[in-house]
């Protein structure tokens, strides 16, 4: 097989790996080991050395380099403000923790040398964000044992990959037939000129980006490029020392103030997907599984602790004196599962530290496997029977995701939000964002289509999604992308201009239109001319008859069942509600005051009314950026 086919052969089986992935949301770190497994030790379809020879380790590590880029880029420390206490013992204290157990449990236990064992020890606290988001998404946790799971897995990404970096040049060093003083000085010597080179690449990017230098549609072969050489040059003072340096980069890009940060974030998404699928199919292609069958029972006992000990008794260690109940540890303790960077870093350094002489180093690259389709698997199955067993489900109302802020869905969130169920607005345009400013809406500035939104929303807090932007396409495409995140009846959007369209467009597009036939125009020109977002409660005495007949011109919305059932208005002509169901309507603003009187002169129950208009909450000084959840930074205000 040529290397083209075999380029074109990885990047099918790993495109498809991820799309299948997406499809059943399972992690994609599965699907991708078994289709490299198949390809290669299976079916010797595809023995990358022999395709690739000498240059598969180049490649390999340029793609990792890319990977690290990408988790530093992540890795955004103005999040650290925000996060519990939880989370920063277990990043700050857990993580060298279970280094530090990691390494002595692989030399005492595992049999391996002092330097495969500090190496593999590093890799190990690695608890990727693209393995654990998934599985918490299935379990659907109560907030605070997901959102301490899902913080530890983003934050630890990089700083695991820094750990291994530094034990492998410790390794590399020591394996060196200098003095030790020699030794510990030239590995603070890389270590320095890695982080320099680093901070000045991103120092330089940066301000080439913001000085315009540099224009869009050169930004991406740039990073790139600077990327690579980042990598390369600290190389040629210390073995491996530049993927430090390009961790360092992107932790430097990813905190600051750049406006164009979002396209290098996107570009990072989309590089990344294929260096990833690329490089583990790769690694996964040359595992021997005569090796995996060979394990001595040191090696096996090793992996066990490694999941049964080292981590649960590091968070256990972490988090005393941190009020969270027993059943909460546990479950933190417990779900570790190791991911794609575990893996590539494994194969990376097993192979290095083989050339220089440390033979069961060859040992990491089937470990980490191990550990990986071990801990995935076990975690996986276990994860919702144990959030069961403690109590951890959560049960909480789901929420309504709306993308899109203008006057009608700053009512129609206030209007929600009356009813005890949670709302989130989000939109990619800051300025949009501030007419939520003084109302109690809590919101998200970013993209929502991005990788980025991904990590940091909680999709399990909601359980539909609106589309209520003033871009018809834009819509369609929100719908469509989450669609299989929702399901098809969750997903809504405003529909065409002029309220345009019919059902071929909703099949096709994906989405219901939103309160039938209800446009962007309409919708906030009915704002502007005084109508409100109100809820109505029926009941015997007053029926849905009685309400289509005294407010004739409402736009219904929705309705909401005393169970939390939440119906929306698709379909004007098929749609009814019955005793206790409570409407939410866009009715004109005198609507209110002749339905009060014909609610008086029946002496009956009267329905709950809550009216929100626009512009009526202003409170002093208040600012919904206290509540907006960071997607990105607002840009600088002169």
């Known amino acids: 097989m040529t290397p083209v086919l075999v380029f074109c052969l990885i990047a099918a089986l790993g495109i498809g790996a991820q799309w299948l992935a997406w499809r059943w949301k399972v992690p994609a770190i599965v699907l991708l080991l078994l289709s490299g497994v ?13 395709v690739f020879g000498e240059l598969l380790e180049p490649l390999i590590a340029v793609a990792v380099a890319m990977i690290l880029f990408e988790g530093g880029l992540t890795l955004n420390l103005t999040r650290l403000k925000g996060a519990e206490l939880a989370v920063k013992r277990l990043v700050f204290f857990g993580g060298p923790l279970v280094w530090l157990l990691a390494t002595l449990s692989g030399h005492y236990i595992g049999g391996l040398t002092w330097a495969s064992a500090s190496v593999l020890g590093g890799i190990l606290i690695v608890t990727g964000p693209t393995v654990i988001i998934p599985l918490l998404r299935q379990a659907s946790l109560k907030r605070r044992p997901g959102e301490i799971l899902r913080w530890e897995a983003i934050l630890n990404d990089p700083v695991g990959a820094l ?7 410790l390794a590399i060093v ?11 000085g030239h590995m603070a010597l890389g270590v320095a000129v890695a982080s320099a080179v680093g901070l000045a690449t991103a120092w330089g990017l940066i301000r080439a980006i913001k000085g315009g230098h540099i224009p869009e549609f050169l930004k991406v072969p740039v990073i790139i490029f600077f990327v690579m050489a980042t990598y390369a040059l600290p190389n040629a003072l210390l073995h491996e020392s530049g993927l430090l340096a390009v961790t360092v980069m992107g932790v430097v890009i990813g905190n600051s103030s750049l406006s164009s940060l979002d396209e290098i974030r996107r570009f990072k998404e989309n590089i990344t997907v294929l260096l990833v699928s690329g490089v ?16 001595t029972t040191r090696e096996i006992l090793f992996v066990a602790v490694v999941l049964l000990l080292v981590r649960p008794l590091a968070v256990f260690i972490s988090l005393i004196k941190v009020d969270l109940p027993f059943g909460e540890k546990l479950m933190v303790g417990w779900i570790g ?23 069961d180093a060859a040992l990491l690259s089937p470990l980490a496997f191990a550990i990986v389709a071990v801990t995935v698997l076990l975690h996986g199955f276990s994860l919702q029977p144990l959030a069961r067993r403690f109590n951890l489900q959560s049960t909480d109302t789901k929420g309504l995701l709306i993308i899109g802020a203008n006057p009608f869905t700053v009512a ?8 005890g169920r949670p709302v989130l607005i989000a939109d990619r345009n800051y300025n949009h964002l501030r007419q939520v400013r003084g109302r109690d809406i809590p919101t998200y500035y970013g993209e929502v289509l991005t990788e980025e939104a991904e990590l940091t929303l909680e999709f399990s807090r909601f359980d539909s999604m609106v589309a209520l932007t003033d871009n018809d396409d834009y819509n369609a495409l929100l719908c469509m992308h989450y669609a299989p995140e929702f399901g098809h009846h969750q997903v809504y959007r405003f529909a065409p201009g002029g309220g345009a369209g019919g059902d071929h467009l909703e099949q096709t597009l994906g989405g219901r239109f939103f309160a039938k036939e209800l446009d962007f125009e309409q919708a906030t020109n009915y704002i502007r001319e005084g109508w409100c977002v109100r809820l109505t409660r029926l009941s015997e005495s007053y029926s ?18 005393e169970d939390g059932e939440v119906r929306v208005m698709h379909k004007d002509e098929s749609f009814d ?48 950026r206290g509540n907006t959840t960071p997607g990105r930074k607002p840009p600088e205000q002169g």
């Not at 008086?600 to 600012?623: F, K, L």
């Open 412 to 419: 129609l969130a206030e209007a929600i939000q009356s009813t």
């Open 544 to 561: 849905f008859e009685d309400y289509r007949r005294d407010n004739p011109h409402a736009r219904v919305i929705s309705t909401y069942s």
């Open 163 to 169: 750990a291994a970096v530094l034990a492998f040049e």
């Open 337 to 359: 599962p190791r991911g794609v960077v575990a893996v590539a870093i494994a194969g990376l350094f097993g192979a290095r530290l083989v050339d220089i002489g440390i033979e």
């Open 38 to 50: 198949l390809i290669g030790p299976v079916t010797g379809v595809l023995d990358p050395r022999s």
């Open 174 to 184: 020591l394996n060196s037939s200098h003095s030790l003083s020699m030794t510990l």
């Open 280 to 295: 583990f199919i790769l690694l996964a292609a040359q595992v021997d599984l005569g090796t995996l069958a060979t394990l």
């Open 577 to 624: 509600a019955g005793d206790g169901e409570t409407l939410l309507a866009l009715v004109p603003d005198d609507t209110h005051r002749d339905k009060a009187e014909r609610h008086a002169r029946r002496q009956e129950q009267q329905p709950t009314d809550v009216s929100v208009d626009d512009g009526a909450h202003d409170d002093d000084d208040g600012d919904s």
